[in-house]
């Protein structure tokens, strides 16, 4: 113990800390020397496409699987060795695995029972993560009564009761319908501020994880993309795959040469990190509600208008530009405009400079 | 038949589609109910006026109690011990990463093609007076003809059903649950307690109840290992065929048939109930428990013992079909086997035709029953699902009594016939091909066939074309189990056996009544063998998927 709690006292905001993971199951590879710093009482949110690895690296935290090589650390002590009953930590799972055999009471208790927790504190506990979750008087309702929402609830409590020093979360809200997953997003989001916890919570959906997390950790083919704010990692993606992978983005063809390129006949000043010529093939990269379209076209690029969609409150075009060979489509979204342009207009493309991201091919 | 069928089945006149079930109701009605109350109506006569007389007597025989007594004593005794060897093999099977769980689970269903009267041939082999084990091996003289006796080999045979039961609940339970409890801090042996061992009480409590009824209508182990002791089934057959005692014969098979159907009673509430608490299946993959490193050790004890005891069991069949006299001379021979095919040729050959036509009968009309309790709109469809899953709760005895009294005068003068014999085989399976034709249906998207109706095909073309491809399978599966069960089939038929409808299972009965061991053996492993094949296809087709899921589930409707 001394040696951790020197460890610990060395570095307190970090709550959980994964070193080095690497994991396979048979030949293939779900992580590749995976190192995160996950901080305390920060809502993580491991967001990537099916297969990257975020569900593989949740359970190794949680001690559900063993890595095959690497080290995972709990408030500074070194847990990689560590059962799952021996970790403290909460989880919440996909499909909730609630115990059927027992009801809403009795699953909440049973990390307490685990603990011998006297009995008169058991109940005050349940009832009290009861009202947290906005389930009280449910205590002795059957689990498969309950809708998918309030399942979801009990699940919650029951991984909290435990007080557990962090909470896991598998793809939480994936088996609710939309409505109830906004509303579940902000009930999670607001016991995590209220109880202060550290949470990590995988998901593969992205406009999830902008709602409810902290830090965003982009993962794909199991590695890291990048880490960031919300915003961040949506206005300043690092890979194409971050681009690609989180809200829509043009990628659009541009010829480059020592220090600008031309983009839809325009030309831009290269960025410093793409001047040397090591990166000799790039693509462009515009969010759609990044590019403005103007009735006149005469000096700027132009494109012709192919359809035309409302999504409530904004429109999107899907553009072709005139005089780019081989002809392509791009998208154009426009918020509450005060001209709507119809199909088979002509339009004017205006483009800012800082709104271009490039990437290498 | 078939034309008014398509009628009846698209439902324009609503009469019409009351022919096929009205079609099943009559012949269910002459070939259960009718059999069943006849024995009952026989049981309340004496000399032909209807009297108590019959029950009077039996409760003043001083030992009827007594046999009722054993008879439970012995069918509660061997559901407990089998649930729980069937329980300890199904979690070490499926739920531990112990060596040899192949082995074992294979031990464990080779008594499924091994009758119960067999097996006690094998215990006399090796356990009897000269036998392998107790004198040759150990020089010892044990009297094995008592009740324990009954009790192991019962076990043994029985065992089977309890794991197959166990089994298909626990592969069913999601692993995510087990993993939610470790998270909050429950050991591994907690695990199993708290979680695992309760999500399994619907298989246990289905376990206990199915083998008790099946313990309780099996004779042929009692009366091979019972020696002075017997039960209710056994001493039916003992009235019938030693006394020739048909109304008392009658009277005991009416107690067993309610003591079967109370039990039965249960087993359907249960199933009711335990369906409504199924945890969602996620198809996570099975995660295996981690014991303590002593409980393993006794776990892998038990079952190592239990099956070596039953390959023992088999070996020892096989032993003294091929030498010349099994516990003195170990020399080679093919005598008897070969005076068992000649002598047993034509059982062999009848074995054969009546268990194929059961086989085939059963697998299309319990699809097609299965279609029209699921999918047809009628009244006492409740009854008719009702009726055609009774004969799985008959006894065999009781079923044969019945079949013997019913059909011994015209019209229904069938007593001596073929037609008697494949009759009762038939009705025995019927549950089984219902219970697989409507897991079947339950399974299929009925989406399927609302496209195909919506795309002009009427319910026969979309039956034949639509439903009938998709159970393919499952289908053949079924037809197999109605096969290997008819080949093994003893109870039911033995009192209808003429000269000319001789079938194997009674050959070996009656070779093993005369103490005819070697032939008895030679004649066991052609049965055996004809069922091996039969478990073999099901093996095949289930190693190809298709029909994996519910078989495990349509295997607990086999017939006692």
Redesign the interface.
Known sequence: MGAESIAAAADVTTGIRLRNISKSFGKTRVLENFSLDIYQGELCCLLGPSGCGKTTALKIVDGLLEPDNGQVFLEGQDITMLPPQKRELGMVFQNYALFPQMDVFENIAYGLRRRKTPASDITNRVSQVLDIVRLADYERRRVYELSGGQQQRVALARALVIEPRALLLDEPLSNLDARLRADMRQEIKRIQRHLGITMVYVTHDQEEAMSIADRIVVMNQGGIEQIGLPREVYEDPKTRFVADFIGRINFIPVERNSSSFRMFGNSYTLPGEFSDAGHADVIGAVRPERISLTRDYASIPSAVVRDVFFIGAAVRYRLEPVDVTPTMEIEAEAYIPEEVFEKGQRVGLVIEPADIKLFPK | MMKAGVAGLTGRFKWQKYILPVLFFILLVIFVIYPTATVFENSLKVNGNFSLGNYIDMFARPNFFKILWQSFLVAALVAALSTVLGLIIAVVVLKTTLPLRRLFSFATVVPLIVPGFVASLAFIYLFGRNGLISYQLLGINLNIYNWPSVVVVQCMDFTAMAFLLISAVLISI?S??E?????????EW?VFQ??TL??L?PGIIAAVILVFMRSMASFGTVIFLGGPFSTLASASYTQLIGAYNIETAATFNAVLMIICAVAFWFYVRAQATSS?????F?GATRKPINFSRPLKILLMGVISAFAIFILMILASVFLAAFTRYIGTDYSFTFDHMNRALQRGSAGMMNTLYFASITAVVVSITGIILAYIITRIDFKGKGLLDLLATMPFAIPGTFIGIGYILAFNQPPLLLTGTWIIVMAVTIIRQVPLGLRAGASVLSQQDRAIEDASSSLGANKITTFIRIILPMAGPAILVTALYAFVSTVQTLGAIIFLITPGTKLLSVDVFEAVYKGEISTAAALSVIMLLLSAAGMLGIYFIQQRGKAAKWVQRALLQRPM
């Open positions: 999601d995510q649950v993993d939610a409890a470790r998270d909050l801090g429950a050991s907690e708290t979680i309760p999500l009480k409504r608490i199924r945890a969602p996620t």
